[in-house]
Structure formats: C-alpha cells, structure tokens
C-alpha cells in the first residue's frame, strides 16, 4: 500500500476521509501491467476533486500509480482513495488541506465464461438513492446507499442489485451503470441527480455515438425491454438474464446491444496486450 507515495499501511486518525468520507475513489484494473481507461479515471477524479475543492496533483498520482504497477501482479486491481487530508473537529475544511492519496492492491475478481455469455442474476433493491445534483456523477467516499443495498444480498445468489431513485427511475448497480433496450432503443440512465458516471460508461457512449442514448427509464419499463445488461471498467459487460422486480422474475436474453458493449471492452483490453 502507498499514501503519498510512501510505503506505509497508516494514515492519521483525523483524516477527513475517515471522519467525513470527505474525498473520492478509483477503481482500477490492471491488465498485463497496464491500467484500464487510465485517461478517463484520471479525468473523472479531477473533475470530482474539483468540484469537491480537494487538491489534486494528478502528475504525482501518476506518478504513484505507475509505481504501484511495477510492483502488483500483471492482472490486478488498484484502488486509489483521495481525501482532503488531515482536519480539526467539524465540519468547514481547514483552508490549507493538504490531500491524502492511499493506493491499495487487491486480486481481480473471477468471472466465469459462462456468466459473462448467457448471463447472471439481478435484483431490484429496496434501498433507494437520494437526488443530489451537486455530487451526482462523481465518485465520491459517501457510498452509505451502496452499503445498505449491499446488506439486501444476503440470502440471495445474485451477481448484482439494481438500484433506482426516489422517482422510480432506475439510476445504475450497487458496483456498476446498467444499459437497456427498449422498443429497439439503447438506453442507460440519465445520471443528473444521482449516480456515477462510470469510465466504462463514458467509453461506451463515445464508441456507441448516438445508437446509444441517455434517458429516464421508469422501472415498469423493464418489463418490456429486450436486453438488460451492467458494466463496469473491471468485471466488463456482463448480461442480466433474471431480474427479479418484486414479486416477478424477469427474463432476458442477450443480444445485439450486449455484443456490441462486450466488443467495444474487448477491444479496451486488446489495448494493454
């Protein structure tokens, strides 16, 4: 583990990140020594830290990031955590935050064949995610909504839990965005009040152009979609062939949108070989 480019597993108990979840994350995929989408992380932690008023040097970040590269294992994965740094009790930050950066090395998740062909098993959680269009879209320590519908799997031999708003709009998974089609349309939420904008998101929606688009989607809309599938930069596209909506189990097949999403990261990890 690295904290500011120092080997070290300790950070101050006065971190912000810790008493206020004051900072953000990445998670990074390392594929034969390389990072995934690096460019887009890199971006979508700028802009978080911009809007968020943290310091963030992204040469030294770089920089610690290809350090911990050299030293993981060719297919990994890397979770970067930047905070505000060291503050007193309460609320306003100290006008001189100097940021904290923490890199973590973490074994990349199987995913059989199988499920990433024919499909796995969802469900819609119960928990519901708050608007908030200042934070919505990036990725940011405050992840309580995901935790909770994380506890909502126990029980359950799914792959994922769908998360929708407050609206009964669907917004994304509790680790990834979700894709739709619908009447010969392929959708993905619109993310304006809540949500993350994935990296692997953003990468499909500039390969897709404009055969892929951003919308509501009211969840009793799923029950007339044709596709149904998650994604995200370290476990890739992976087909929902049931979800299970209430008392119902929807069922899906994989098709032309999901190859299509499956190509396009297929080619983003053709990229590191």
Request: aromatic fraction near 6%; glycine fraction near 10%; hydrophobic fraction near 40%.
């Amino acid at each position: 583990m690295l904290i500011n480019g120092q080997t070290s597993d300790t950070v101050r108990a006065d971190d912000r990140g810790l008493a206020y979840g004051d900072g953000l994350f990445e998670t990074l995929r390392v594929c034969t020594g390389q990072i995934l989408l690096l460019q887009e992380h890199l971006q979508r932690l700028q802009h978080g830290a911009g809007v968020l008023g943290i310091p963030c040097n992204l040469a030294l970040i770089r920089q610690w990031l290809d350090e911990a590269c050299r030293t993981a294992p060719a297919e990994c994965v890397l979770k970067l955590v930047l905070t505000r740094g060291s503050g007193g009790r309460g609320y306003r930050p100290p006008a001189d935050a100097q940021s904290t950066c923490i890199i973590s090395q973490h074994a990349l998740p199987e995913l059989s064949r199988a499920k990433a062909e024919q499909g796995v098993a969802a469900f819609l959680c119960q928990q519901r995610l708050a608007a908030q269009p200042v934070l919505a879209g990036i990725k940011h320590l405050n992840r309580l909504e995901q935790v909770l519908a994380s506890r909502e799997f126990v029980g359950k031999s799914c792959f994922e839990g769908l998360m929708a708003d407050y609206r009964d709009l669907l917004i994304e998974g509790t680790r990834s965005n979700v894709f739709v089609s619908l009447a010969g349309q392929w959708l993905t939420p619109c993310l304006s009040h809540s949500g993350v904008h994935g990296v692997l998101r953003r990468r499909l929606l500039d390969s897709l152009g404009t055969s892929l688009q951003q919308a509501d989607i009211p969840l009793q809309d799923l029950h007339k979609a044709d596709e149904l599938f998650v994604a995200n930069s370290v476990f890739g596209v992976v087909p929902i062939a049931g979800l299970q909506l209430g008392d119902k189990t929807l069922a899906f097949r994989p098709g032309p949108f999901t190859a299509a999403a499956q190509d396009c990261f297929e080619q983003v990890l053709a990229s590191c070989s």
